[in-house]
């Protein structure tokens, strides 16, 4: 055992070793760069936004053109599967701290750490996209984690803040542990961890009626349905993107959900197709279930921050769908929504950080009146935001939808179809409201709106262009989805 730990034996260590996880320990060495920067050079901090855009982007650039091998027994692989996820994620986290940019001149505090807690948490994403065993994807995902619960409490002075990341570091341990139970059960069933290989296994000895395998299922449904927040595992989702700062909200209802999804979806299909009949029809239930919520919920709110709560937890209904499915062409479906909801869900959060002027509880969705006269620009990208979230074409909303729907009705659920049209249906009714409001109502008496940093003109300019492009001109993504779901 002692002769497999290369690393104790100098004379056995190549750089081609650490070439799978290159573009982690760069992610790692930029986070680490940026603590640094902000402990000893406390007067260069407004760099760090630009520091942080500029290293994730050469990791996502260096990602998207390496692929390698995968090794037999190998824990990582970067394949177009992996590539695909890491580009949502990473993107996820460059708009993000574009938008930080401007919330910290607004609110003039330049906290570093931010950042690097950013950084560190898109490591643990990458890790989780890209592997194929049970234990690498749950240190992935403890990773990603931990950064996101420090983040959720930074503002110590708001109670919100404190509340929200207590229930949600209470409520991810819960999750945590019904899926570190649900991976021992199926090491226990087959003496392996790798998913190809569990599912080989599960195959070749017809297990698809044993007890301990279906609670295995169980358990490991219940946990990724909370770390995507799904009905009705999702109670801990609209009071923790409310309290968490309106950043960090934006940024976990798109890059953790992502990553969320990329589990779940290599974990069902590789290791558990034998039992698609089984587990098919609950994610469909569940799908349904959690639009129906996540729509009627945001119908009643008045605050324009807790309505997108509920809005992120019915899309996360829309893209269950594509992973029900149980194909290839339904993944992708839900892969290329996952992206479209990227532009659309970011645009809007860059929105309402813009209206809020830096403050936190500044979010009603009354502040929008009369918005078209005040700066009809902005009232223009939130329209196109709208319009995207309800499915309205040519925006990437419909077409997102129109795929995923199309994948679910080939693999035979056309009853929850019809369920999800009529919900989108009814998301029109809050999602049309805030329009109607910035076009159709008298501006209230407030403050002159602070005109947009460059981060976050560049955000709104890249949301805008994403919407649009993949509305208009769709197959290009939903191909680049297909060919990363080829073997």
């Known amino acids: 055992m002692i002769e497999q ?69 190998a824990m990582l692989r970067n394949d177009a599967y992996s590539a ?38 898109a490591v643990g994403m990458m890790i989780m996209v890209a592997s194929v065993d049970l234990i690498t994807i749950y240190l992935g995902l403890e990773l990603m984690a931990l950064p996101i619960y420090v983040l959720t409490g930074m503002h110590k002075k708001d109670l919100r803040t404190s509340e929200a990341a207590a229930k949600y570091f209470l409520m991810g341990v819960f999750a945590s542990a019904f899926l570190l139970f649900g991976m021992s059960l199926l090491f226990g069933l087959t ?98 279930l959690t639009m129906l919520v996540g729509n009627i919920t945001a119908l009643v709110q008045s605050s324009l921050k807790r ?36 532009f659309m869900n970011m645009g809007a959060f860059a929105i309402l950080i813009i209206f809020s002027q830096g403050v936190e509880q500044g979010e009603s969705i009354d502040s929008c009146r009369g918005m078209a006269s005040r700066n009809p620009v902005l009232a223009l990208c939130m329209l196109i935001f709208m319009f995207s979230l309800t499915g309205i074409p040519p925006t990437g909303g419909f077409t997102g939808k129109f795929y995923l729907f199309q994948s679910a009705v080939a693999a035979g659920y056309t009853a929850a179809v019809i369920a999800a049209v009529l919900l989108s249906a009814m998301s029109a009714f809050f999602y049309l409201r805030v329009i109607r409001l910035m076009y159709m109502s008298g501006p209230e008496q407030q403050p002159a709106i602070t005109a947009p ?12 262009a994403g919407v649009l492009a993949t509305g208009l001109v769709p197959g290009a993504l939903f191909d680049w989805a297909q060919r990363a779901m080829l073997p």
């Not at 993107?91 to 910290?104: D, G, K, T």
């Open 5 to 73: 730990l290369v690393v104790l034996n100098p004379a056995a260590f190549s750089w081609g070793m650490i070439t799978p996880v290159l573009p982690e320990l760069v992610l790692l060495a930029i986070g680490v760069a940026l603590i640094v920067l902000d402990l000893f050079a406390p007067r260069q901090r407004q760099l760090l936004p630009w520091m942080t855009v500029l290293g994730v982007s050469a990791v996502l650039l260096v990602n998207l053109g390496m692929y390698t091998p995968a090794e037999p027994g």
């Open 307 to 342: 309505m997108l709560a509920y809005s992120a937890i019915a899309h996360a209904g829309y893209a269950l769908l594509g992973i029900a499915a149980g194909s290839a062409s339904g993944m992708a479906a839900a892969m290329s929504y996952l992206f479209i909801y990227l």
């Open 453 to 464: 940093s460059v981060g976050m003109l560049v955000v709104l300019g890249i949301a805008v």
């Open 84 to 121: 695909f996820f890491c580009t949502l994620c990473l993107a996820s986290v460059i708009l993000a701290a574009l938008m930080r940019e401007f919330y910290s001149t607004q609110v003039q505090s330049h906290q570093g750490e931010f950042y690097s807690l950013l950084v560190f948490s």
């Open 191 to 288: 003496g392996t961890t790798n998913v190809a290989e569990i599912g080989a296994y599960i195959g070749r000895n017809n297990l698809a009626d044993n007890a301990s395998l279906v609670m295995a299922l169980a358990l490991l449904i219940a946990g990724l349905c909370f770390k995507v927040a799904v009905v009705p595992f999702h109670m801990w989702t609209p009071d923790v993107y409310e309290g968490a700062p309106t950043v960090l909200t934006a940024f976990m209802s798109v890059g953790p959900k992502a990553a969320g999804f990329a589990v779940f979806g290599r974990i069902m299909l590789a290791v558990f197709p034998e039992l698609h009949a089984n587990w098919g029809p609950v994610l469909a239930l569940l799908a349904v």
